[in-house]
């Protein structure tokens, strides 16, 4: 078969071959209860890089396996060599180079001023001589990448899904019997997901994507599954000509270029676990001419932007369907929470108009379809944030239950109707004249 009746992807059928041996019952199993906690056992290793143990919650747990996927060249090895460098200072190290050879390995590491003598590696990216390289002990294994393993025993080829799903259980099973830490490197799909079967995301204990825009410096580590730590933690980097570098303070960092007083910009405060930070969200509004107008979101949710679209047409009537519509979110990060729904809306509105938001000022807050603001999870975090940053304005919905920190003004608003109010008064006279039309022709229908 081509194509799989099931999910309709082609080329992933694997043939197998049933065993025709009749199967006989053996004897009872030994049952044995959950043995007791051993916190020595079960203790995180350190990767040296304060953003990485961030996001793993302190670190890699003794014995786990974890995944690591992202785009070609985004940083992966990169990422894991330096944590293998760095825990090799206290750790024995291996490093699998299924896609490098060991010169080429030292080279990167000089160039990324560390020490590679410590780290033992190994060319063989054939699964016996990996199983036996795990069972000289070391504490850490990373395998460069898991698409390059391959069983003599099994007649496909290297990153095929037979291969990949069998290399990938026995070497977790061996890492796991014998207490060691494995680190697979991992490849992704077009549309951005993990390559290669499901199963391999099912048996590893923890799946980290590495993302970012390979023209920008930014790149943001998060944890789609943790079986030993929080699964909404973001670690910030910046690729420099050393490496990867933590960014300890986000918002400076992702706010250093911003130019003020430009209509289509506003500042929107984001959470990623117990991390808050502000993002530029700039919007265009443009004629579409002839051609359907567009819908385009870079680095936020591409499938709500029709829906706010069409909150501003329905609730506003403002003539959007016969303009190109632009939104995007400056720096590299991709964000996906509803809470940035209320800073697209202004930063539309702003484009719309023509007239610049105050410099000062912050959006955040859920749209739904009537056009009513609904309340984001951390409002007090990301208030706190804006108003050490050194803004003292904020938009948020109505039913807010933080207060303003001090020197802060807090706009609440119930509807996006309510933002010509809120927005169009004397701190932004410019904003309320241009859609004053608008406006009453929405509260008439």
Not at 134 to 161: H, N, R
Not at 371 to 385: H, K, N, W
Request: with cysteine; hydrophobic share 40%; proline share 6%.
């Amino acid at each position: 078969m081509g194509r799989c009746p099931e999910c309709g992807e082609w080329g992933s059928v694997v043939e197998e071959l049933e065993s025709r041996e009749p199967s006989a019952n053996g004897p009872a199993p030994d049952l044995q209860p959950l043995p007791p906690l051993d916190e020595t056992a079960c203790g995180r290793l350190s990767t040296g890089l304060e953003e990485a143990d961030r996001v793993l919650g302190g670190g890699l747990v003794r014995g786990s396996v974890l995944l690591l996927a992202g785009e070609p060249g985004i940083g992966k090895s990169t990422l894991t060599l330096q944590a293998a460098m760095l825990m090799a200072t206290h750790t024995d190290v291996l490093l699998v180079c299924g896609e490098e050879s060991p010169t080429q390995v030292a080279a990167r590491a000089g160039r990324l001023d560390g020490r590679s003598e410590r780290i033992r590696t190994l060319a063989d990216p054939s699964l016996p001589a990996v199983l036996a390289a795990v069972e000289s002990g070391p504490d850490l294994v990373v395998v460069d990448s898991v698409q390059t393993l391959y069983d003599p025993a099994i007649p496909s080829a290297p990153g095929s899904v037979a291969q990949v799903r069998e290399c990938g259980s026995r070497l977790a099973r061996a890492a796991r019997d014998r207490g060691t830490t494995l680190v697979l490197v991992g490849h992704v799909t077009k549309d951005g997901s993990v390559a290669g079967p499901r199963v391999l995301e099912h048996l590893v204990d923890v799946v980290c994507a590495f993302e970012g825009d390979r023209g920008d410096g930014v790149r943001v580590l998060r944890a789609l599954k943790n079986r030993f730590g929080s699964t909404q933690e973001a670690g910030f980097f910046e690729m420099t000509g050393r490496g990867l570098a933590g960014i300890r303070d986000a918002t400076s960092y992702l706010l250093a270029d911003r130019c003020p007083g430009l209509p289509g910009s506003v500042l929107g405060a984001f959470v990623e676990g117990r991390r808050a930070f502000l993002l530029e969200i700039q919007g265009l509004v443009a004629p579409a001419g002839r051609q359907m107008a567009r819908r385009t979101a870079i680095g936020v949710d591409s499938s709500r932007l029709p829906l706010l679209v069409a909150v501003l047409q329905r609730r506003l009537d403002l003539p959007l369907s016969e303009h190109d519509v632009y939104v995007s979110a400056v720096g590299g990060i991709s964000i996906t929470e509803p809470a940035a729904d209320l800073a697209v809306v202004c930063a539309l509105l702003s484009a719309w108009s023509g007239a610049a938001l105050p410099d000062d000022l912050v959006a955040f807050g859920e749209v739904g379809l009537a056009g009513e603001v609904r309340q984001a999870a951390s409002a007090d975090r990301r208030l706190a944030e804006a108003a050490a940053a050194g803004f003292r304005r904020a938009v948020i919905p109505w039913n807010t239950s933080a207060e303003a920190p001090a020197g802060m003004t807090l706009h609440r608003v119930r509807h996006v109707r309510d933002l010509l109010d809120s927005l169009g008064t004397s701190e932004l006279t410019g904003l309320r004249n241009p859609l004053q039309g608008t406006a009453a022709r929405a509260s008439n229908t």
